[in-house]
């Protein structure tokens, strides 16, 4: 198993609206990713459902500005 495959079996959360995101920035945007923005996503997608959820929906920040950025992207990501 590749280690995109991998991404993408983790990106399959138990909430549809993460799956819909996270697949969505991991097709468009991993791929042309710096490296440090590929390993805070899967730094990501080790948190828990609510968490993330709340990162993304933008009711929590995290401390790092970095995965800010990352978290940015990866809304954007769902809207193109």
């Known amino acids: ?3 995109l495959d991998r991404l993408r079996w ?10 819909v ?3 969505g920035y991991l ?7 710096t490296v440090e923005q590929q390993r805070i996503f899967a730094d ?3 948190l828990q459902d609510m968490q993330l959820y709340d990162y993304l929906l933008g009711r929590a920040t995290p ?5 800010v950025d990352v978290i940015e992207t990866i809304r954007t990501a769902a809207h193109a």
């Open 63 to 67: 401390a790092d500005a970095a995965v």
């Open 21 to 23: 995101l996270l697949l």
């Open 10 to 19: 983790r990106c399959r959360r138990g909430m549809r609206e993460l799956d």
């Open 1 to 3: 198993m590749s280690e």
């Open 44 to 46: 990501l997608l080790e």
């Open 27 to 33: 097709e468009r945007q991993y791929p042309t990713a």
